[in-house]
């Protein structure tokens, strides 16, 4: 084995999943909270990709030039409007369901998903979209003739999605917001009785998801430089697959998940084969259900009496 070939995949493969941990996020925080999927989470990933494209041309009409100020811009630009989106979405969609059969919110999701990528297919057209590079440059290992590198690029994005994390996690264990998060995902009519606005915490919930989606969606599209109406799809059935597999409901489950659905992936497609990668990734899920059914970090259903 090539220990270049395997350090480049490593790389690949930490890039990639710190993008599946941060839209995962969006996933496991929902379903701790309300107990539910929301399977428009992709499309708000897919919606920040376009936001990035939009975001760039005003920036670059108004004469910024300056790569760090405009991915800053754009970030903030892209984060505000996929928060909203978020918000939105748990308002029309999930809200007025919540006391509905399961099934209902979960088709409900899968409408309002059906709804952004044609909405935005329409609006925007169907074909691949592009983005400048606005950061270049690599940091390589070895020699002229052996070696594997790391653009600046991949860098910001390992990097934000531990500092994203790290933040979250702080939020979530120290603050009132936190606490009140906990309150209403260990026993909702309790957190209502002790005044907790429970509605109110459910709706920021959707709203952080959403932002950490966005700072998803614009890092892997400066870093790969296209995108289409459908990379919500593919990408949130991913997030989706890493949030099982650390444990759905686990912020820390749903980073891990990411970084091993990552890696296996990567590793998979670079020794084995691409064109079989899914089906190794999704493999790997099926096996570490049969032995773990909550996931790796999760912690089993206790039914309430």
């Known amino acids: 084995m090539d220990f270049y070939v395997l350090g480049q995949q490593i790389v690949n493969g930490l890039v990639l999943g710190s993008t599946y941990g941060l839209i995962a996020v969006g996933y496991t925080m929902v379903y701790g909270i309300i107990g539910m999927i929301n399977f428009a989470h992709g499309e708000v990933y897919m919606v920040s990709a376009y936001l990035t494209a939009i975001g760039l041309a005003v920036l670059a009409y108004f004469g910024i030039s300056n790569p760090w100020l405009l991915i800053g811009l754009t970030m903030v630009f892209a984060i505000v409007f996929t928060s909203l989106l978020g918000v939105t979405i748990e308002r029309l969609a999930y809200r007025p369901l919540r006391r509905a059969n399961r099934l209902a919110p979960l088709i ?64 979530v264990q120290h603050t009132a917001l936190g606490r009140a998060c906990r309150a209403t995902q260990q026993d909702r009519q309790m957190a209502q009785i002790l005044g907790i606005d429970t509605d109110k915490v459910i709706a920021l919930v959707f709203g952080i998801g959403a932002a950490l989606a966005a700072v998803a969606g614009v890092l892997i599209t400066l870093n790969y430089g296209s995108f289409d109406f459908f990379v919500g799809f593919v990408t949130g059935v991913k997030a989706f697959t890493a949030a099982v597999l650390g444990g759905i409901g686990s912020l ?54």
């Open 252 to 305: 820390p489950g749903a980073m891990l998940g990411g970084i091993l659905l990552g890696l296996a992936e990567s590793l998979f497609a670079g020794f084995v084969s691409s064109d079989y990668k899914d089906v190794f990734a999704f493999a790997l899920l099926v096996g570490i259900l049969i032995f773990r059914p909550s996931g790796l970090l999760g912690k089993p259903t206790v039914e309430k009496v």
């Open 108 to 171: 409900s999701a899968i409408g309002v998903s059906l709804i952004l990528q044609n909405y935005v297919q329409l609006s925007q057209g169907a074909k691949n979209q592009g983005v400048p590079t606005l950061v270049e440059g690599v940091f390589r290992m070895g020699s002229e003739d052996h070696f594997f590198q790391i653009t600046y690029m991949q860098m910001v994005i390992i990097i934000v999605a531990i500092l994203a994390m790290a933040i979250l996690n702080f939020v």
